[in-house]
């Protein structure tokens, strides 16, 4: 079993930054976030394959990036220009697939953006 460790995230006023980070306990392919707003569905914010390739939702790829330390088995998703629609749960994600959601989740840490 993987277990995916987030932290960071926490409060931050419109137009601020905001940094998570997510360790994987065990080697795994793609690696990424997703969000979940309150009333909508759990939604991609970005992923990046084991080689760097990387894939964000449309909502906020001109603003967040995504790195990965395959070395230490963690990636970084680096928010900027944060809106209060970005206020959600975030999840780390990551499994088996090369470049696809992966069968595990962190338990997801509260991003809250005050206008």
């Known amino acids: 079993q993987v277990q995916l460790v987030e932290s960071g995230g926490g409060w931050v006023k419109a137009g601020g930054s905001l940094t998570l980070s997510c360790v994987a306990s065990y080697t795994v392919n793609a690696m990424g976030w997703f969000r979940q707003r309150l009333g909508n569905e759990r939604e991609l914010v970005a992923l990046i394959s084991a080689g760097g390739r990387t894939k964000f939702g449309d909502s906020v790829k001109d603003r967040f990036s995504i790195s990965r330390d395959n070395a230490e088995r963690k990636i970084v998703l680096q928010m900027n220009n944060l809106s209060p629609e970005d206020t959600a749960v975030y999840y780390c994600?990551?499994?088996?697939?090369?470049?696809?959601?992966?069968?595990?989740w962190g338990r997801g840490t509260q991003v809250t953006v005050s206008s």
């Open positions: 994600n990551g499994g088996y697939p090369l470049f696809d959601t992966g069968e595990y």
